[in-house]
């Protein structure tokens, strides 16, 4: 059975004009915002409150980001599994970009932001049921270069791949998956949406979403991830 509840977003370091312009967009595809300025008061309250994503500025205005990050992934926080994304303006995004992978799984501008959030945010406390499964498959970067991977778990909207490659969030590239049902690979599309984190994830690699497949690819995913979910 699928999971409709709504999910909660804590907004940290928004200006107030900011966050209401945000909220009813987000409110609208069943993520409800919570918001709070102060960048020490969002420690805390992570501290006691789960929360499924949490979206801080760069800079914050009273305490440095990587704490506000220790502290969401903190091995005893609550909100431990939460995305965290960070919206920078310029002067700073060296520095968000630099925990991509280290506790922040998604950095955007502040001219990106009102556009992209509500999809970002969507994706990383994405509810489609995921089965772990040990599937065999290759892919094809922009360069052409191919190279292998093994998924840990697989959903009908995505895949969490191994891999050491130092794959960039965004990047889409042409798959194929090895799925027993069927004569062949599943092929498709898809886009790299995070990467693990060191004690959220059990494995390094990527998070990604399928955007598209080729022929039947779909149904025979469906098909394959169903059999193996009610094994």
């Not at 699928?2 to 999910?7: E, H």
């Not at 915002?33 to 009273?62: N, Q, T």
């Not at 799925?179 to 898809?190: E, L, N, T």
Request: proline letters at 6%; charged letters at 25%; glycine letters at 8%.
């Amino acid at each position: 059975m699928s999971d409709t509840r709504d999910r909660n977003i804590l907004l940290v370091g928004l200006e107030p004009l900011a966050f209401e312009a945000l909220a009813p967009t987000l409110a609208s595809s069943r993520l409800l915002a919570d918001y709070i300025k102060s960048g020490s008061g969002a420690v805390e309250l992570v501290s006691f409150l789960p929360f499924d994503a949490i979206v801080a500025v760069c800079p914050l205005p009273d305490i440095e980001l990587k704490a506000l990050v220790a502290a969401v992934r903190a091995p005893d926080s609550p909100s431990l599994r939460a995305g965290l994304v960070v919206i920078a303006d310029d002067a700073t995004l060296e520095e968000a970009r630099a925990l991509l992978g280290h506790g922040v799984n998604r950095v955007l501008t502040r001219e990106e932001a009102p556009r992209l959030l509500p999809d970002v945010l969507g994706l990383l406390v994405e509810v489609a049921h995921r089965v772990p499964l040990r599937w065999q498959g290759h892919l094809e970067l922009p360069s052409k270069a191919e190279l292998p991977f093994l998924t840990e778990n697989v959903s009908l909207t995505g895949m969490l791949v191994r891999s050491d490659y130092p794959y960039r969030v965004g990047m889409q590239f042409t798959f194929e998956l090895a799925v027993p049902s069927g004569s062949g690979p599943v092929r498709g599309v898809a886009e790299v949406v995070r990467a693990t984190l060191a004690g959220r994830d059990r494995c390094a690699g990527v998070g990604v979403r399928f955007l598209s497949f080729e022929g039947e690819g779909r149904e025979r995913l469906a098909q394959s991830v169903g059999s193996r979910s009610r094994a």
